[in-house]
T-cell receptor, first 113, second 114 residues
Framework: AQKVTQAQTEISVVEKEDVTLDCVYETRDTTYYLFWYKQPPSGELVFLIRRNSFDEQNEISGRYSWNFQKSTSSFNFTITASQVVDSAVYFCALNTGFQKLVFGTGTRLLVSP | KAGVTQTPRYLIKTRGQQVTLSCSPISGHRSVSWYQQTPGQGLQFLFEYFSETQRNKGNFPGRFSGRQFSNSRSEMNVSTLELGDSALYLC?????????????FGQGTRLTVV
């Protein structure tokens, strides 16, 4: 069975702090894709990144970076120099076939000025 | 390019009634998925349609059904509503190339069952 665990329910930081959101996944498949989505108060899920199981390179996009480690089945997300606009719920998700995403329970990030 | 459009945005229904939610995908996207989001269960996959065929289904009772039209628009129906069906229903569209394509989500329909 596929499972995604986001152990951090809520994180509060002050603006400009760095913050890391943890994601641990379980799957027996050798080919799979991992995603991060952001859900602002408006409700829609906004795609942030996709990573396949064969590519363990870390990725950086502006203030965002992702660390994928197959050895520990983790796909962590770091925001550098957080901003108030980063406040949202962040979801990690696993796709093992046909657009069926298995989501974690989400981490609510609160960035205060 | 227009995003995924879900209508209506808000609905209030009475227990026992049925409801139909609509989703218009991004132009060119032929795969449409539906998810239910509740505080208790989180985000759960309902079903996925491609070319008017259901390709995948989550663990929901038969009261939850869906369909897709030839223009890729999709509807989901919930019959005999229960209080526990109150949730945010999210629709996502994607290019059906494979599991590596990201899904683009609409803003959802918030259903309240009273």
């Amino acid at each position: 069975a596929q499972k995604v665990t986001q152990a951090q329910t809520e994180i509060s930081v002050v603006e400009k702090e760095d913050v890391t959101l943890d994601c641990v996944y379980e799957t027996r498949d050798t080919t799979y894709y991992l995603f991060w989505y952001k859900q602002p108060p408006s409700g829609e899920l906004v795609f942030l990144i996709r990573r396949n199981s064969f590519d363990e390179q870390n990725e950086i996009s502006g203030r965002y970076s992702w660390n994928f480690q197959k050895s520990t089945s983790s796909f962590n997300f770091t925001i550098t120099a957080s901003q108030v606009v980063d406040s949202a719920v962040y979801f990690c998700a696993l796709n093992t076939g046909f657009q069926k995403l298995v989501f974690g329970t989400g981490t609510r990030l609160l960035v205060s000025p | 390019k227009a995003g995924v459009t879900q209508t209506p945005r808000y609905l209030i229904k009475t227990r026992g009634q049925q409801v139909t939610l609509s989703c218009s995908p991004i132009s060119g996207h032929r795969s449409v998925s539906w998810y239910q989001q509740t505080p208790g269960q989180g985000l759960q996959f309902l079903f996925e349609y491609f070319s008017e065929t259901q390709r995948n289904k989550g663990n929901f009772p038969g009261r939850f059904s869906g369909r897709q039209f030839s223009n890729s628009r999709s509807e989901m129906n919930v019959s005999t509503l229960e209080l526990g069906d109150s949730a945010l229903y999210l629709c996502a569209s994607s290019l059906p190339i494979g599991m590596n394509t990201e899904a683009f989500f609409g803003q959802g329909t918030r259903l309240t069952v009273v």
